[in-house]
């Protein structure tokens, strides 16, 4: 397994960004945070870089569970899920993957939270690929 569950979507960017956060809501998360990287970059270190947006997604009943179980579990959420252009203009969507990154938290409690977490971010994955 990896740590990122990834497809490539046939959406323009901005179409890409709309869709990934309709799928979300359809699976219970909101978007939190929004970083648009390609202005950051440029304000920053005034350098050039492709469209990168990353979308903080949440699932508040899902992280409640994840925080009930690991005090510190925060530092890994939320859900990040990216929406990026290559430098040939394909658009491509990806998801963490929970059930690597839980691998290296020793709490066997938050194994169900995370197979809920990961099943829900691959729905907004598969959705994405069948439209």
């Known amino acids: 397994m ?13 179409e ?25 970059l440029k304000k920053k270190l005034d350098v050039d870089f492709r469209k ?5 997604a949440c ?3 899902l992280a409640y569970r994840a925080l009930s179980e690991e005090e510190n579990i925060g530092v890994m959420l939320p859900c990040n899920v ?18 690597e990154s839980m691998k290296s938290v020793a709490n066997p409690n938050l194994e169900e939270v995370a197979k809920t977490v990961t099943t829900k971010l ?8 069948l439209a």
């Open 82 to 99: 990216i929406v990026q252009e290559s430098p040939e203009g394909a658009v491509r969507v990806s998801a963490i993957n929970p059930m």
């Open 16 to 40: 890409a960004i709309l869709k990934v956060t309709e799928e979300l809501k359809k699976e219970g998360f909101g978007v939190l945070t929004e970083i648009d990287v390609r202005e950051t």
């Open 59 to 61: 699932n508040p009943p």
């Open 2 to 14: 990896t740590y990122h569950n990834s497809v490539n979507v046939k959406y323009s960017f901005d």
């Open 52 to 56: 990168y947006r990353i979308l903080g």
């Open 122 to 129: 691959l729905n907004v994955i598969n959705n994405l690929e």
